[in-house]
């Protein structure tokens, strides 16, 4: 097993320019989720899935996009960045299971906008 | 709503003296409880969780956590610490009738043990 995987590692965009951060998971968990970590800050989720083409917004949405068209990818976009998007972004994924509701993080996006 | 406290952004221990870092919650309902670490440049990691039954719960690395209902408490715990603890570790907490499984994390406690 993989687990969760994210790419890519690190990446630097400029002001304006869109990407998309991929996240992949290989446990057949129903769940996933996209948070942010700010510097000295905890997680502050940004949206979530509960299975294939069903998505909402977290605490901060603005910003950015998320499909979820398998079980397996959930990745997520970011449209016109903004400095304020510098960030660590993780991708998790936890099943509905009662012995398995942790939550299982990928090894993060290093973001910067400049 | 659901939040979590974690009370102290760093706490420092010598090599080999029991280490408690401390958490607080406050939920509707029954709690699901988790602990994170996070190692440099790394995901977070589970340690352990308390869904329900014995209040004192052991997970990976020799950790444990006590479930305190009456003080809304999930205090961290190892008896003997190792300079490899050393990390970031965050406390996560869900109502168990919360939708898709959201948890919500605290703002981490950095653990520094020193040999």
């Known amino acids: 097993n993989a687990g969760v995987t994210q790419t890519p590692k690190f990446r630097i965009l400029k002001i304006g320019q869109s990407m998309t951060l991929q996240c992949a998971q290989d446990m057949n968990h129903n769940y996933m989720y996209w948070y942010r970590q700010d510097p000295g800050m905890g997680l502050k989720l940004i949206y979530y899935s509960v299975g294939a083409g069903i998505t909402d917004k977290g605490e901060v949405p603005n910003g950015y996009n998320v499909s979820r068209s398998t079980t397996e990818d959930f990745p997520l976009r970011l449209e016109l960045a903004a400095p304020s998007q510098t960030s660590v972004y993780f991708c998790?994924?936890?099943?509905?299971?009662?012995?398995?509701?942790?939550?299982?993080f990928g090894p993060g996006t290093r973001l910067t906008v400049t | 709503a659901q939040s979590v406290a974690q009370p102290e952004d760093q706490v420092n221990v010598a090599e080999g003296n029991p280490l408690t870092v401390k958490c607080t919650y406050s939920?509707?309902?029954?709690?699901?409880l988790f602990w994170y670490v996070q190692y440099p440049n790394r995901g977070l990691q589970f340690l352990l969780k308390?869904?329900?039954?014995?209040?004192l719960v052991k997970g990976s690395y020799g950790f444990e956590a006590e479930f305190n209902k009456s003080q809304t408490s999930f205090h961290l715990k190892k008896p003997s610490a190792l300079v490899s603890d050393s990390a970031l570790y965050f406390c996560a907490v869900r109502a168990v009738n919360t939708n898709a499984g959201k948890s919500t994390f605290g703002d981490g406690t950095t653990l520094t043990v020193k040999p």
């Open positions: 308390y869904i329900t039954g014995d209040n």
């Open positions: 939920v509707s309902g029954n709690p699901y």
């Open positions: 998790a994924s936890s099943s509905p299971d009662r012995n398995t509701y942790e939550q299982y």
